[in-house]
């Protein structure tokens, strides 16, 4: 999320400038628009002379003036939210009742209140240019209306059509956030913003005209029911104060009633409401489009700074920034890229600093990339784990009694720290150590809060959670080993036993029995009355609710919304793996120090842990499925395919890597799974 009191440099210096620039351009293509939109309104086939001379007549009239420069005023607001709110990280809600907050939070209130209050307003701005029955909300009535020629009623055509308008800005504020309209993707391939803009101009067109028909739709059915039924059930009540001057009774007079279905169905009518909806959409996803378009151009990092004050804006410190996001996908796809395509700034990743000969901007862009890639390998870990002691609690919940309930513990995904040049025994260890040993901090993610499973949920079982929570010493085997003569198999890449799983360690060697001596007794815990009988209340509310069949619906998982939300910031991921990956491959004629070779084996060993976590993610239900496209969105959903750019960008960096090096691979020191999982590669096998 953009902030405009956000303090970064490139907040100030390189997005809001591009804000506005897209606003700018945004402004510019109005006339344009309105112009379309004048002749399309006034359309008439049997008088092609009459539509155009009046057509022109109506661009050059001072109603339109007007209109043009309130539409840039709205423009500006569009621009404004577009920059509040852009993400490049899409918020992807698990279950329906997490859906429902973020549509009922507040700001998104506000949010869909002024795009409804904006929408109105177009639409007043498009019945002024249409003119004719559209121009007023109220005229004056017809004789046969009243009796009274200067008496005003209302324009039911005009009112429909302010309706309409408030009703399609509300929608597109909604859509907005079902669909992640607020999202910001990358582009695979890099063009000019001009091809951009044109490339997706027919999608927006497209966009704007079929959503436009739906919303139509929607609305009219709405105002049916909502206002067109109240109206004739208060009909004896208007018909009997018609004759009133009061201002009250305004409503109660008609000019044109619409009252009936053939009425509301009239085809000029509705082929109004929809060239003014059109109208409405199309010039908030021109601005929508431009702004994705600016903000995701590619943006080139110094690698060395030429002078002391443009420190913090070279690629190895912008790597480091957590804050703001934009800023670091912007940097690693500039790693990406100049890791393929430019020698010279190769060179000077590859190159040492003066005095001293230290890689320092290797070291720094080479360990931020594998930081990167080992939180993701914990994450789904985590994940895994968490499903797998999930579905053991439930296959034992049928024989055994709730005596007590747990709470389910946050899982940690920050990345740790590699070594510089690591020995066999120091690489990445076990999985499950690595996911049980990270147990114990505070999430590091944002997005890692709703990978969990059905254990996060209110409705879950107490013996669920009292499994997964931290297992308490209740065997004497539990730590070290009693005898010395008992030897234990070391975990290998994924299998780990009981008790290093519990210990969140792998013992690799005996270990003498802990003396014996006098143990101080247990503390007595015992919970107090009044916190068991609400404990004991608490579960037999959550028993209740559990049965509820509208309840559950809420709280269910969506099927492949975790697998969405555990690869939601996988473009990052991407452009690591490619950035490492070509650096790699490039140092095998480049590095004239050999700077890489030292973080080969991590570089190694970080890639096979991730390949292994990503295909046993993928053996999970629902996480192979491929979501449906939908044709007529401008919401991005790339981010629901990003899992599977990311396993093929994984596989392919190995693969890059392996052809290059070839038979050199056997003289890196890596664990004996590794270079078995090397070797697949190697022959080509995976």
């Known amino acids: 999320m953009f902030s405009l009191k956000h303090s970064c440099w490139f907040i100030r210096k390189v997005v809001c400038w591009r804000a506005v620039a897209s606003i700018a351009w945004s402004v510019l293509l109005l006339p344009v628009t309105t112009a379309i939109f004048v002749f399309l309104s006034r359309f008439s086939l049997l008088h092609p002379i009459q539509w155009i001379s009046d057509s022109l007549a109506l661009l050059t009239a001072s109603s339109t003036i007007f209109s043009i420069v309130l539409l840039s005023g709205v423009v500006l607001v569009i621009g404004f939210f577009s920059l509040e709110s852009y993400t490049v990280v899409p918020s992807i809600p698990c279950t329906r009742i997490a859906l429902l907050g973020k549509v009922l939070h507040p700001r998104q209130c506000i949010h869909s209140v002024v795009h409804a209050a904006v929408g109105m307003l177009v639409s007043w701005c498009a019945a002024i240019t249409i003119g004719d029955r559209y121009r007023a909300l109220g005229s004056p009535c017809l004789q046969s209306e009243s009796k009274d020629a200067g008496q005003m009623c209302l324009n039911e055509y005009h009112l429909l059509l302010l309706l309409s308008g408030a009703f399609m800005g509300y929608s597109h504020s909604l859509l907005g956030v079902v669909h992640n309209m607020n999202y910001v993707s990358f582009p695979a391939i890099q063009q000019y913003k001009y091809l951009r803009f044109k490339g997706s101009l027919s999608l927006v067109v497209k966009c704007s005209a079929v959503q436009s028909m739906y919303a139509l739709r929607n609305y009219l059915v709405l105002y049916f029911f909502f206002v067109l039924m109240p109206v004739l059930y208060f009909s004896p009540l208007c018909m009997t104060a018609i004759d009133s001057s009061a201002p009250l009774f305004f409503w109660c007079r008609s000019l044109h009633a619409l009252d009936t279905l053939a009425g509301l169905l009239d085809f000029s009518l509705l082929y109004h409401l929809w060239i003014a909806g059109t109208f409405l959409l199309l ?142 025994s120091h690489i990445l260890k076990t999985p499950g150590s690595v996911f049980l040993r990270s147990s114990v901090g505070t999430l590091h993610s944002p997005l890692t809060a709703p990978f969990t499973p059905d254990l996060d949920s209110p409705f879950s079982s107490p013996s669920i959670r009292r499994l997964t929570a931290p297992q308490e010493p209740s065997s004497p085997w539990f730590g070290t080993v009693q005898s010395p003569h008992v030897m234990r198999r070391g975990p290998k890449l994924w299998s780990a036993s009981t008790d290093s799983q519990s210990n969140g360690s792998t013992i690799a060697s005996p270990a003498p029995a802990a003396a014996p001596g006098p143990s101080p007794p247990p503390a007595d815990h015992k919970p107090s009355f009044l916190s068991q009988w609400l404990q004991n209340r608490k579960e037999q509310v959550k028993g209740f609710m559990a049965k509820r069949v509208l309840v559950m619906y809420l709280f269910n998982k969506l099927p492949e919304a975790t697998s969405q939300a555990l690869f939601a910031d996988s473009q990052a991921h991407i452009w690591a793996l490619e950035g490492l990956s070509h650096l790699v491959v490039a140092s095998y004629s480049e590095d004239r120090f050999g700077v890489v070779q030292t973080t080969l084996p991590s570089i190694l060993s970080t890639m096979l842990v991730l390949q292994e976590a990503v295909d046993r993610h993928f053996k999970l239900p629902h996480a192979s499925s491929k979501p449906l496209r939908s044709t007529c969105s401008m919401g991005e959903s790339t981010y629901k395919t990003l899992r599977f750019a990311m396993r093929a960008a994984l596989k392919t960096a190995i693969y890059r890597i392996t052809n290059t090096f070839g038979e050199h691979l056997h003289a890196v020191q890596m664990s004996t799974d590794h270079r078995k999982r090397l070797q697949q590669f190697l022959e080509y096998k995976e």
């Open 283 to 424: 010039t908030w996803y021109i601005t929508v489009l431009l702004f994705r378009i600016y903000v995701s151009e590619m943006h080139s990092f110094p690698v060395q700074p030429s002078f002391a004050e443009e420190a913090d804006g070279c690629l190895p410190k912008v790597l480091l920034c957590k804050e703001p996001a934009i800023m670091k996908f912007l940097a690693l796809q500039d790693l990406a890229l100049l890791s393929q395509h430019s020698v010279m700034r190769r060179l000077e990743v590859f190159s040492l600093s003066q005095p001293g000969g230290h890689p320092h901007n290797w070291n720094a862009i080479s360990k931020e990339c594998l930081s990167l890639l080992t939180e993701l390998t914990q994450r789904l870990v985590a994940h895994h784990d968490a499903v797998a002691s999930n579905g053991r609690a439930k296959s034992q919940s049928s024989s055994s009694t709730e005596t007590k309930s747990g709470s389910w513990g946050s899982v940690s995904s920050g990345a740790t720290d590699l070594p510089k040049t690591p020995l066999p």
